[in-house]
């Protein structure tokens, strides 16, 4: 009788270190920096990604704070504050508010300081290497993006909609993500709209609302309202000097994400990689 209760005491033990072994075991070592079990299994179901994809995200972490340290990139407490300033005031608060609202979700304000320090590092991480790697984008370049994607400088001239409107903002989220679902309270008109009776603002929503879907909330006169678009018509196309400057920002922006990618590429390619245990 004294048998089973040993039994039970060591099968505990180790469904105990098993347990341990997972949070605490090694899955990667990238140059001599160890990324752990637990860690890929917190960003596959933080950010709803494989493991794998877990595994490169990390990767790509220890690259980048390898190389903050290496270019003795520094974020300072006045820094921080400056952006948490810029942070509060987008939303109407001052930062005695905005981080008073952090603590009512839960979030520790040691902890968000942190983040915002690393992201900032990072940025100016980012900023380094594109001051080497960026060329001027060229008009001839700019000209033959919009020669090639016309159909993407298209505006609509009407919209085919459903306009709901709500008592509470829950009852429209709720809507966006089960369309089938009505809740009480809740008002749908169908119109057809023209583009030119609405202000520039919402003309740009609806032409950058997919059809077949929902817009954002919106407050409209005090009350939460969306847009489902059903379809678009009577398109026109945007002239040449209307998107110019639009699309210099498209092809910068890729030409800094291309930048990003091949510098960490490189990186990635001279480290040395081991993997330990690859995550089930």
């Known amino acids: 009788m004294k048998i089973i209760p040993r039994l039970l005491v060591s099968a505990s033990i180790c469904a105990t ?34 493991k794998k994809e877990s595994i490169n995200m990390l990767v790509r972490q220890k690259l980048e704070e390898s190389q903050i340290k290496k270019l003795n990139i520094t ?13 509060a ?4 608060m001052n930062q005695y508010q905005f981080l008073n609202m952090l603590k009512s979700k839960n979030i520790k304000i040691a902890d968000y300081k942190k983040d915002v320090k690393r992201k900032l590092k990072k940025e100016k991480l980012y900023n380094s290497i594109y001051a080497t790697k960026l ?14 994607n016309k159909d993407q400088f298209q505006t609509a001239g009407a919209f085919d909609i459903a306009i709901y409107t709500a008592r509470n903002q829950k009852d429209l989220k709720a809507i966006q993500k089960n369309p089938m679902f009505q809740p009480e309270g809740v008002n749908i008109v169908n119109k057809t709209i023209q583009a030119s009776s609405l202000n520039e603002q ?8 997919k059809k ?12 939460p309202t969306m847009f489902f678009v059903k379809d678009k018509k009577d398109f026109t196309l945007i002239p ?22 091949n510098y960490f590429e490189k990186l990635k390619s001279s480290a040395t990689i081991k993997v330990v245990r690859s995550p089930s």
């Open 17 to 50: 270190l098993g347990f341990s072994g997972i949070i605490t075991g090694v899955s990667v070592i990238i140059n001599d920096e160890p990324i752990t079990l637990y860690e890929v299994y917190k960003y596959s179901k933080q950010y709803n990604i494989s």
């Open 75 to 87: 974020a300072d407490i006045f820094e921080v504050d400056k952006y948490i300033d810029t942070i």
């Open 89 to 92: 005031n987008k939303n109407n």
């Open 135 to 148: 060329d001027t984008i060229e008009e001839s370049h700019i000209k033959k993006f919009y020669n090639e």
């Open 202 to 209: 919402l003309n740009l929503l609806l032409n950058g609302t």
């Open 212 to 223: 077949g879907t929902f817009t954002q909330i919106l407050n409209i006169e005090n009350r």
């Open 240 to 261: 040449y000097s209307g998107v110019k400057r639009g699309i210099s920002d498209i092809l910068s922006k890729r030409q800094r994400n291309d930048a990003v990618k």
